[in-house]
């Protein structure tokens, strides 16, 4: 079987603590080889229900961004080989100063940075901080973007792009089609790598998609299961862990 890079969608704290470590260990063992780790945010602007709904949970028991932090760190610490990086929304990180915000980021152990709602050439700084802090700022690509607009990014020099598949929120399923791998190419089109997400949820997609990304992204999937098996941490860890290994192993 040949291995699909998995990049996994987590929001810390979902549903407390002690499961969110339950279902990032499933996650590794079924074969995920980044952790994309959301810091809960009251507006998720780019998610569908599965992941406001958790962020709205984890608020609840009044959860911070330093308790996100410590999270991360804590899987950084049992998973040091393991790929994290850090998505959340521009306001999170501004609030404390965007230089600040990424020091600790990257002294928790993230690698890089995914903040859907701060444009690529309006970034506040940004991929600085994050070059500073020895991460990288990945940017979000668009079907929605105008094509100059698609082609500036594509050529701007990022290592890695974050293609969403398809307009609106995640969660949604998302039909893989000749227009999503053009747009694929497009992103790709100026040397970046492009990590492919928004309603991936079985290994048909992830089949699909495998050759025309360098990971699949997958993640209200994810938060579905976790939310369902929730009362039971033996069922959260064997649903989570076989999900991962069915779009890591499509091949």
Known sequence: MNK????SHLVAGYPTTDLALTAARALVKGGADILEIQLPFSDPSADGPAIQTACTKVLER?????D???FIARIHKEFPDITIYLMSYGSLIYTPGIEAFCKKAAAAGVKGMIIPDLPFDYDEGLTAACKANGMINIPVAAPSMATERLSK???AGFPYIYAALRTGITGTNTTIDESTLSFLQK???GGSKVYGG???????QAKALASSVEAIVAGSVFVRLITK???DEKKLASAVEAKARELSYSN
Not at 4 to 7: G, H, R, T, W
Not at 198 to 204: L, P, V
């Open 153 to 155: 990014l594509a050529n």
């Open 62 to 66: 009044g959860y911070k961004t330093a």
């Open 68 to 70: 996100g932090l410590d």
């Open 198 to 204: 928004f309603g991936i949820s079985n290994g048909e």
């Open 187 to 189: 992103v790709s089109a």
């Open 4 to 7: 699909i890079k998995l990049m």
């Open 229 to 231: 098996n929730q009362n």
